[in-house]
């Protein structure tokens, strides 16, 4: 009840204006300015914005209408062996085990690993847990396993019609059935 009373106090002390009034009453004081009423013919410009989806507290990422994120197209796929061109893991190889599109970014296995402080419970004491953390797609290349050497990614249609991808500086095909496959199952297995 005494939360209330201050409440009423405070809000008798602030009175409301109406718009085309040039000064109103006071808050504590301090003269509240008011906008005045647009002239006659002058109409307001609405500017409209892209929807932001808060992801962190640190990054806004656009969205569509419907307010799924706006996905991007990247060259690497789940499977893929890429080596890491930037970073403090450069030059080392490793396979892509997640991909993050709204924001362009991989997770390769046993690479950019981070610690991880576990809070403990009742039944299990706390640890730290080594986990692999994203590196951004332009950092990772395809890697060509059979001749050792990283190369950017081509499209090119097969004699069925199927579109594939391609090493440029090998010429490998990257994208088969049997690959796939094989991602698959030792996705469901783990």
């Known amino acids: 009840m005494v939360g209330v009373a201050a409440l009423h106090g405070a809000m008798a002390c602030l009175s ?22 647009a002239p006659a013919g002058v109409r307001f410009m ?19 209408p419907n307010s799924l994120p706006v996905l991007r197209k990247m060259h690497v796929k789940i499977g893929d ?3 890491v061109i930037a970073g403090h893991e450069k030059g080392k190889v490793g396979e892509v085990s997640r991909l993050f599109k709204h924001n ?8 950019n690993l981070k610690s991880k402080h576990k809070k403990g419970t009742d039944d299990e004491p706390g640890e730290i847990v080594m986990i692999e953390g994203p590196i951004h797609s332009s950092n990772v290349m395809l890697y060509s396993k059979e001749k050792d050497v990283a190369s950017r990614v ?18 490998e095909t990257i994208d088969s059935t049997e690959n796939w496959v094989n991602v698959f199952k030792e996705g469901s297995s783990e």
């Open 16 to 37: 409301i204006s109406v718009p085309g009034m040039e000064r109103t009453s006071s808050f504590w004081g301090n003269p509240l300015a008011t906008l005045s009423a």
């Open 46 to 64: 609405v500017k409209t914005r892209p929807i932001q989806m808060r992801l962190k507290r640190w990054e806004k990422k656009k969205c569509k």
């Open 81 to 83: 062996t890429v080596q």
């Open 104 to 111: 362009s970014t991989v997770i390769v296995k046993d690479l």
């Open 154 to 171: 081509g499209h090119k249609f097969l004699e069925d019609g199927t579109k594939v991808r391609y090493l440029i500086k090998t010429g």
